[in-house]
């Protein structure tokens, strides 16, 4: 999950939440692994109940919301690359009628 659904989830039920290196997002390709990533923090005594939240069946299920983002990337790039592959094809066949 991203770190502003964690934060959100966990609110909700009552726990307080602290983000650190929130500002690395950006930049998780390449400093962010550098740092650790960005970082949930809250108090000691909720963290059981934090951790029990996020192992929940409800947090399944927004961790499971969550993904058709994902897969719309995915597809973003992939028809991106298709449409590469199609100039790519037109550019050959274009440079094999000018040399026949």
């Known amino acids: 999950m991203e ?23 950006a930049l998780r390709n390449y400093l962010g692994e550098i740092v650790g990533g960005i970082k949930i923090q809250v108090p000691s005594d909720q963290v059981q109940d934090a951790l029990a939240l996020l192992h929940s069946q409800e947090a399944d ?10 897969v719309a990337r995915l597809m973003i790039w992939t028809f991106f690359a ?7 094809l037109v550019l050959l066949k274009a440079t094999t009628v000018l040399l026949d």
Not at 8 to 15: A, D, P, R, T, V
Request: proline letters at 2%.
């Open 3 to 25: 770190a502003g659904v964690v934060r959100g989830y966990l609110e909700s039920h009552g726990i307080s939440v602290s983000v650190r290196d929130e500002h690395t997002g």
């Open 61 to 70: 299920e927004i961790r499971e919301a969550s993904r058709p983002k994902k």
């Open 82 to 88: 298709l449409i590469a592959l199609a100039f790519l």
